[in-house]
């Protein structure tokens, strides 16, 4: 069963910088998962969801509804079900951040894009879709200026990887002749971040009466439909706080420059 809900509230830090309306804002709703269960963290996530795990004195997920508030959005839907009574405790009805929080308590996983064919009739015509557990400086008003302007159906965030192999690479032939030495070669690549902008009635059909359906699939389907997907770079910071070590690199990224998370670009 899919349930809405607004619960109490209970104070969070003072946030006069991101309360004030952002003029023209042209995304007003988001639409946050933080129902994982976050198995690549344990054994921190065990007792803790990860979407509450702290940088500093400040949760991920704070992080993110400052960035999204920052950028326009007004209201953001939860998608909660691992240990969500922590976050809706937590939060609140998010009106100390200058939203409205609404929280779909989910039974079982539905994937990243599953659990939109509960919610439709709450969405706007477009809205972000973003993962709970990310870190970023993403400037979350261009990628919504850069949709609308392009009239999109679907926008990805995407961020540029870099892979260094500490090895010499070999390339060799049928014969097994050399054919090629490459010393530590590196190789870049794009990633997605987790930050997506969809139109409500262009992902209708696909997210109705499903039982599971993740991002890349539902895309995919978008795309070989005809539709506009359209992918956003941007020359920010990202972070999965997934796992361990990424983890603990998040906190030390934010510990070097709060600013650059705290406040949007």
Avoid at 47 to 61: I, N, R, Y
Avoid at 144 to 156: G, N
């Amino acid at each position: 069963m899919n349930e809405l809900s607004w619960p109490g509230t209970r104070p969070l830090a003072d946030l006069p910088d991101l309360v004030r309306e952002p003029p023209q804002a042209l995304v007003r709703q988001a639409v946050i998962m933080a129902g994982g269960k976050g198995t690549r963290l344990h054994p921190y996530s065990a007792s803790f969801p990860k979407p509450l795990m702290p940088l500093g004195e400040t949760p991920v997920l704070e992080l993110l509804l400052r960035r999204l508030k920052a950028a326009g959005v007004q209201e953001v839907i939860l998608a909660v079900n691992h240990l969500r009574h922590l976050i809706q405790a937590y939060f609140g009805d998010g009106s100390e951040l200058g939203l409205r929080l609404i929280y779909s308590a989910e039974d079982k996983p539905l994937g990243t894009a599953g659990a939109l064919g509960n919610i439709l009739d709450r969405l706007d015509e477009t809205f972000f879709l973003t993962n709970g557990d990310l870190l970023t400086t993403m400037n979350l008003a261009r990628m919504a200026r850069t949709h609308v302007a392009e009239r999109a159906d679907a926008s990805i965030g995407i961020f540029e990887r870099e892979n260094k192999i500490d090895f010499g690479l070999i390339e060799f032939d049928a014969r097994d002749r050399l054919s090629a030495y490459r010393e530590k070669p590196t190789s870049k690549y794009y990633v997605s971040m987790g930050v997506y902008i969809l139109r409500r009635e262009a992902v209708r059909a696909h997210v109705e009466n499903v039982d599971y359906l993740d991002m890349p699939t539902l895309l995919l389907k978008m795309q070989a439909a005809d539709g506009s997907v359209l992918c956003f770079r941007d020359d920010c910071v990202w972070l999965d706080i997934g796992r361990p070590d990424d983890f603990a690199l998040a906190q030390k990224m934010y510990e070097e420059n709060r600013d650059a998370f705290l406040v949007a670009p």
